[in-house]
């Protein structure tokens, strides 16, 4: 009883595979275009991934409760906008950029409510409130760009900071995976978000207050979209209103890619995600190939992942050894 | 019996901690009824998963008129002539009658889109059905039909394969009315005379000894006892005995001998339209039972009481403090728990670990300042959960979904042991269980009560009964008897819980 199992679980499988996948696409690449491994590229390939990695990793928390959010990239043109509003008006860049993740907060408190205690479809619900966030990113500027303060007001350090040589967004990223990973993977709260994917209803009646956990997920998801597109508008240096419509697929590519190799969502399986989508992108990139090949392999690979998520290693390796020990004439346990 | 239609010898299947069948053996003549019987857990449901190839045998041999056979898909048993009519059958509503008989072989010509004549399906399909005592309009979609006319479409639907010899019907009766079940009678008398073989699985021994020629019981992954319903000795009581393996008397504990001090005190609790205002009390070493039918309201009274239901009215207090009733949150924080009726949706995280289920709700334990948790320490308490209630699974890292129904159920009454509570609340505590681990969750049970307040509720009126030393019965949402239970007999109670009457 104190004994763990031996043998080869389905996750170890699945990662050498992953693992073996990500080391031949980078060879690939390293083939086709010989810099590809030199540190400055792959330093930009991890601040490309860390973007993405930011997305994914709030995405994943909703993805754990069960449920699925589609106004993400919605909220968090409306989180950008209202962040560039405010360096306009001249606020210092941390209000801004608090007041930018709030309003995404908001939004994300809302669609928890809709789905978690109001019950609506999540898709649908999630879908409508994120259309409603859009529209208001309007507001500020009625869609034009703004610019006013962001060339000297200090917003453009979020991107282009570098601490000990390393950017700032891939500082952030390796800060919030820390903290998802301790959260979701080692503490009390994590069980509970587990719980709640798994079987709402028995998690409520062991003592989950389920609607809460719920709305912090959706809210964590909010935020970190927010986060990200402030991000990537103080790269552009402009609040840009349509900025932050193309982190949908990217962010459930990296989840499912996860899923594919843990069979459920978790923030290592994110962080691998956005790695491997990420080294495709800069591969393309590298390569000088158009933005739509890259679209088009990410639809692939979200496709893909979600095939390999539904392959049970683990009953199949469980299965033949059952089947190698009646055979061998071994009792019953 | 000379002439065999099907053999089944040596049949071994195994899930992980359990070995469901055990080197069963059971043989079928041509053209006999042959019931099968056995508590749940016995092995008889996983046996006809095996034939009708959902399961896979680990081990041993089927043989169907004379030829060993390989049943690996549920293909292989239909392709053999082996047809299962399960207790609810499974059809599309919307379709009509004929079309589900015939769904998936409506054509008898290849290719993409092959040619489906609606006329000669309809006419197949009525040729088969004159052969039956009854009159089902085939042209109806099923979803509009009785329970009967179901059950009847799901025969024909075995019977449209040509080659058909085994039929296996999975407690048919179960949905029907009694004038429905004659009809189903008539109709398994009239296949049997064209010598079709029938497994027959029931609960309902009156059945047994008006269809079945003969009878198979088993226990424990085998077959204990084969023989004719007509051989003497055969009876009730004596099936009872051999399902059970025991005397029925012995599967509960004894009776609590004094009442302790109260622990949970009810005053008034009620919800609207559901139950009545309701006032009692739990005591130490004094279990109190609540029997009641479904639809009695005994449901609805287990999740007020844990906060799950916002009660319209009354109080409840745990030693004396009056207990916040938002939530099962706050049942459990103030010392009540509920093992649920229904363990698969309410009760276990089926997907996650052993270890992760028993310290569900109450993390705190075993994570400093109720955040990060302590693995070791969650594996300690965990085994030590386990050892306790002797719950047989190979590791506390094993999914609660891999576990049988018996130790399932022990995870779920870890988990509330693991809160530490004051009231704990049974609510149908052996349902899907099978008999071994019936007994040790009774003695466990009792043991609690020594040291906490215990209710049991449910619909077994037997259980409760035997279990109980106050006995409450619901009727229609009022309780119609509350005495204890040594002034009470077992078919008074259930004749109260049956009428509402007898009672006082």
Redesign the interface.
Known sequence: MGRRRKGISSESITLAVFCSLQIGIMGVFTVLRPSFLSGDNLLGLLNLMAQMALVGLGLTFVAVTGYADMSFHFVSCLGGMTMSYMIARGMAPPGAILIGCAAGGFFGAVNGFMVGKFRLPDMVATLGLGAIAFGMAYLYSGGTQIYDNFADSGIKLLYKARIAGVPLPVVLMVIAYAIGFTVLDRSALGRRFYAIGSNATAARFSGVRVERYIVAAFVICAVMACLTNIIRMSSLAKGEIEAGLDWLMPAYSAVFVGVSVFKKPTVVGTFLGALLIGTVQKGFMALGKPTYVMELVMGVLLIVSIVVSRIDFKEIVRRRRLRAKIASGGGAS | MEDLSLEMTGI?K?F??V?AL?GAEFNLARGEVHALLGINGAGKSTLIKVLSGVHQA??GQIELNGRRIEINSPQDAIDSGIATVYQDPQMIPSFTGYENIFLGAESDSAGLFPRIRRKKLLARARALLERFPVDIDLTRPVGELQAVEKESIAILRALSRENMSVLVLDEPTSILTRKEIEILFEQIRMLKESGISIIYITHRLDEVFRIADRLTVFRDGRNVATCLTSDKGVDHARIAELMLGRELTNVYPPRGRSPGDAVLSVRGLALAGKFAETSFTARRGWILGVFGLVGSGIDELCKTL?G?LRRTAGTTEINGRKVALG???D???GGLF?V?GDRR????????SVS?NV???N??RV?GM????DRRAERTDA?SI??ELDIKT?????PVSLLSGGNQQKVVIG?GLY?DGEVYIFQEPTVGVDVGAKTGIYEMIRGLSAEKAVIVVGSDCEEIYGLCDHAMVMYQGKVVMDKPASEVRLDQMLLCGLTGKGGQ
Request: aromatic residues 6%.
């Open positions: 071994v195994e992980p901690g070995r055990d680990d081990a844990f799950v939530s099962p949150s049942a459990i924080a509920l649920p949706t309410e009760g276990q995280i089926s997907d996650e992760f310290i569900l709700s993390m705190a994570s109720g955040f990060l948790i085994v386990v050892e190979p590791d506390v890292s094993e988990k809160t």
